[in-house]
């Protein structure tokens, strides 16, 4: 497969280096050259501009931009519109919103260049579990670059069968979906932070009530000092709430039970603030997520134990420090 890869982050290094096992090596492009070098050392081809990177790769090419919403990617699908032809494929696996890939395939389309949306989940540990992607666009386009979704993909592993799924689609199944027509992929991935951001405030504040059992405000025969880290730990084993989110959280509250690494300053990536968005305008209501992005914004002001263990799941999974403290 004639593949390239533009923008060479926390997880554009690891897709191409998980592509490589399946044996579809890329050419690669990133401003930063040592980025590039480190890959080129491991197979990849490096490009020394997306003019090069266009010039390297045969037709049909696929190229996936994986850099950050907005300005970013705007300025790659525009110059590579320019240097490919027709019957290649910009993908965008980045956090875009998921209307600005609706007008940029119109555009794209109109040069007989093919787009393809995917929303991206895996953090800083796709390289080893692989990657659930949403993926939206036309379905023979997804049909054809099925091979490299299904290498990208975690596959089924041991995670028990749903009863009744006899006939669908087996791809759900292996951790990637074609959500629907161009826009699709982004707007499930959008959704998906949102409930994301509700799911980390809610076991954030449990431990945060948890803490504070032993708060000098209650009667003294009613405090009680308990272990977060071993609740943690008896929680992510075989408990209704066991999930990837209580494993991060149980790992930092191992290192440390009062996570003094983190300040409690907790960022987000604008999906939050998109899912919500859609809500309003289909009238839907959402007071958990909607909370929970609010939560988020006032953790920049003053910070809870909560906010902390939000901070330590956001590290966890996806790599995010936090700002750096203003002296």
């Known amino acids: ?36 070098r480190a890959l080129e050392a491991q197979g990849a081809t490096a490009a020394a501009s997306l003019v090069d990177l266009a010039a390297r790769l045969p037709a049909p090419r696929t190229v996936w931009v994986m850099l950050p919403a907005g300005a970013a990617t705007e300025a790659a699908v525009s110059e590579l519109s320019a240097l ?27 040069k007989g260049i093919d787009y393809l949306d995917v929303g991206t989940s895996g953090g800083v540990w796709g390289l080893e579990r692989g990657y659930c992607l949403m ?9 054809r670059l099925d091979p490299l979704f299904r290498a990208l993909a975690p596959g089924p592993g041991s995670i028990p069968r749903t009863p009744g799924r006899e006939g669908r689609d087996p791809r759900a199944e292996h951790g990637y979906i074609h959500a629907g027509p161009n826009g699709a992929g982004h707007f ?17 504040e449990g431990f945060d009530i948890m803490r504070n059992a ?4 209650l009667a003294a025969e009613e405090r009680l000092t308990l272990d977060l880290p ?11 709430i066991t999930s990837w989110l209580l494993d991060l959280t149980a790992e930092a509250l191992q290192k440390d039970p009062d996570l003094m690494e983190f300040s409690g300053h907790v960022e987000d990536s604008g999906e ?13 209501p959402a007071e958990v997520l909607t909370s929970a992005l609010y939560t988020r914004f006032r953790s920049r002001q003053k910070h809870t134990f909560a906010e ?20």
């Open 1 to 36: 497969m004639n593949f390239a890869m533009v923008g060479l982050g926390r997880m554009g290094a690891n897709i191409v280096r998980r592509l490589a096992r399946s044996g579809i090596r890329a050419v690669v492009y990133d401003r930063d050259p040592a980025t590039m």
């Open 308 to 327: 902390k263990v939000l901070s330590a799941m956001r590290k966890g999974f996806g790599g995010h420090a936090e700002p750096k403290r203003s002296q």
């Open 188 to 204: 499930v991935k959008m959704i998906h932070n949102g409930i994301e951001y509700g799911m980390m405030q809610a076991i954030a």
């Open 84 to 110: 490919l032809s027709a019957g290649d494929c910009v993908i965008d696996g980045g956090n875009t919103y998921w209307k600005d890939d609706i007008r940029r395939a119109r555009y794209l389309r109109e």
């Open 214 to 217: 032993a708060s000098p405000r």
């Open 272 to 284: 939050g603030r998109w899912t919500v968005e859609a809500a309003i305008a289909e009238a839907v």
């Open 135 to 143: 993926i939206g666009g036309p379905k023979p386009v997804v049909d």
């Open 230 to 240: 071993e609740i943690a730990e008896a929680w992510r084993r075989g408990s209704v």
